[in-house]
């Protein structure tokens, strides 16, 4: 059951788990649209083994660290990002829960992955290298992340971190995994901790 005061709070008022998997859902109906305009095939580097979601489940613990690290800073940018948490996304969770934070997790880890690291970040290299492919992606990451100057960089370093991982695998699966199990843990930890 959700906390009493995502209850309290008015459904007409903010976005539900509906728009937001319609929004992830769409990232990952564009991803696979630019791979048919553009000749990619990302999917092709999704190999699923049980040694890749082990790595998965490791590489996420420095991102968690980075976050439980930043949620003991007294900055004001900081406590911005909370607030937005609080009072734009939970409410998406009131009626579903910690099965809602994971529905959406799972389709914002496999569609934003898909289109910023398997289509933009693999589709950039033939042209800019791998690096500059990957700087590139980061940034647009970011970017479609710019809810705040502050977390538009934390985005671009999470970008740069997930488009290392599959640079270094050649299997977009793990970003994905590492993606999709950030999410569910960061907005978990908001979902049970945050009044």
Same mark, same amino acid.
Do not use: C
């Given at each position: ?5 995502l ?10 788990l ?23 095939? $990302? ?7 049980w040694?890749?979601l ?7 613990? $420095? ?23 609080r ?9 579903t ?19 910023f ?5 693999l ?25 705040? $100057? ?19 695998t ?5 970003p ?6 950030y ?6 930890y ?5 009044p």
């Amino acid at each position: 059951m959700p906390p009493a005061s995502l209850q309290d709070t008015d459904p007409s008022h903010g976005p539900t788990l509906k728009h937001g998997v319609a929004v992830e859902g769409g990232l990952l109906l564009l991803a696979l649209a630019l791979s048919l305009l553009f000749g990619l095939t $990302p999917w092709q580097d999704v190999t699923w083994n049980w040694r890749v979601l082990g790595q998965g489940v490791l590489a996420t613990v $420095p991102m968690v660290v980075l976050f439980v690290g930043l949620l003991h800073l007294p900055y004001r940018w900081l406590q911005e990002l909370t607030d937005i948490t609080r009072r734009l996304l939970l409410p998406m969770f009131r009626t579903t829960g910690v099965w809602g934070i994971a529905l959406l997790s799972l389709i914002a880890g496999v569609g934003e992955e898909l289109l910023f690291r398997g289509v933009l970040q693999l589709g950039l290299a033939s042209g800019l290298g791998d690096a500059g492919a990957l700087v590139v992606a980061s940034v647009l990451f970011g970017l479609a992340h710019f809810i705040t $100057p502050a977390y538009f960089l934390l985005a671009t370093v999470m970008g740069g971190y997930l488009g290392g991982l599959y640079y270094w695998t050649g299997n977009l699966l793990l970003p994905m995994v590492v993606h999709a199990l950030y999410d569910f843990l960061a907005l978990g930890y908001y979902y049970v901790r945050e009044p």
